[in-house]
């Protein structure tokens, strides 16, 4: 039986524990997920970061839906991942998770209009024509391309594209969005404006908001980052705005390490080395904190 923890929370939007994603290739196996522990919040928004191949977009697609774990545990909202039937599945895409790729075009469709993309998922999802007009002028206004109902994407700007993209998304009232790289093909002020959207419809509409991200001004910008090194999540960043002694406000930021249920946390390399750490330490239990020692008897 599973005890259950704050990844069981009502609030809990995301839970992912122990997750691990394998990929077959002939006889090649690649562990694109190791293991990764996630918990996010009802209505957070994150940033996720890590090297190329670190188990990013592997992530993201199991969290859309699109694929599926090998093990371990992932729950969005009352679904869990690992035992949804096909039809489920379908019932999952369409109506809790909003997903939105990194590129542009590969989000729209070149012959229909900002206002008929929007309108696509609603009609699958067999919404009312009244509803369905609506919902797709209030989703492109809040977005700030209300202007452009009527242009297809070769008339749009990347960075309307992607807004576009986004109102498709948000389209079915998802109660997350996933986006992979939203800012990847912008350049730095058509990228904050991307982010500012994001931000905005994560506040209106109180969905969650999962950002993979290589760009720091997106990672910078949120109250939690979280890492991925090797399939696992590694440590996580939290920003608060603090009052500054003239009145005015600064961003703290801290850096935390990620421990999993068996209580298992990764030592950085360079605090390894500093101490010359290798396989045995000695673990002390103070009044407020645990000690990590190199072990006097060994060589090192
Ligand atoms: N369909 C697949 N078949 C085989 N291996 C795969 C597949 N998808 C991903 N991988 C492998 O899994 C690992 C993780 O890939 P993933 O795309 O999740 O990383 P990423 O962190 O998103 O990288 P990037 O930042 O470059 O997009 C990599 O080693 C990748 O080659």
């Known amino acids: 039986m599973h005890e259950p923890t704050a990844a069981d929370a009502p609030e809990t ?25 996630l ?43 690992l035992g949804m039937s096909r039809a489920d599945r379908v019932r999952y895409r369409r109506h809790t ?24 998922p609603m009609t699958a999802a067999r919404t009312p024509a009244r509803t369905r007009r609506r919902r797709a002028t209030e989703l492109l206004e809040a977005l700030g391309v209300g202007g452009c109902a009527d242009r297809r994407p070769g008339q749009l700007s990347g960075g309307q594209q992607m807004r576009v ?45 999962v950002i993979v991200t290589h760009d720091p001004e997106v990672s910078g910008r949120v109250e939690r980052t979280v890492a991925i090194r090797d399939g696992r999540t590694s440590s996580e960043v939290l920003r ?23 209580g298992r946390v990764q030592v950085p390399r360079d605090y390894r080395e500093a101490l010359a750490l290798t396989r045995r330490v000695r673990l002390t239990l103070e009044a407020d904190r645990v000690e990590i020692r190199p072990d006097a008897g060994s060589d090192a």
């Open 13 to 37: 939007m995301i839970a992912c524990e122990n997750l691990v994603r394998i990929y077959q290739t002939g006889s090649v196996e690649v562990q694109a997920l190791q293991g990764l522990d």
């Open 39 to 81: 918990v996010v919040g009802r209505g957070e928004m994150i940033a996720v970061v890590g090297a190329s191949g670190s188990g990013k977009s592997t992530l993201l697609s199991i969290l859309a839906g699109i694929d599926a774990p090998t093990a371990g545990r992932a729950r969005v909202g009352r679904w869990d991942l």
């Open 165 to 209: 993209a986004i109102a498709v998304a948000l389209a079915n009232r998802p109660q997350v969005l996933l986006a992979d790289e939203p800012t990847g093909e912008l350049d730095t002020a058509t990228s904050a404006e991307v982010f500012d959207a994001l931000h905005d419809v994560n506040r209106r509409f109180g969905v969650t908001v």
């Open 97 to 120: 998770v909003g997903f939105v790729r990194q590129q542009t075009s590969s989000n729209l469709v070149p012959y229909l209009t900002a206002h008929q993309m929007v309108d696509l």
């Open 240 to 262: 608060r705005t603090a009052e500054a002694a003239d009145g005015g406000t600064h961003v703290i930021a801290e850096e935390y390490a990620v421990m999993d249920r068996a």
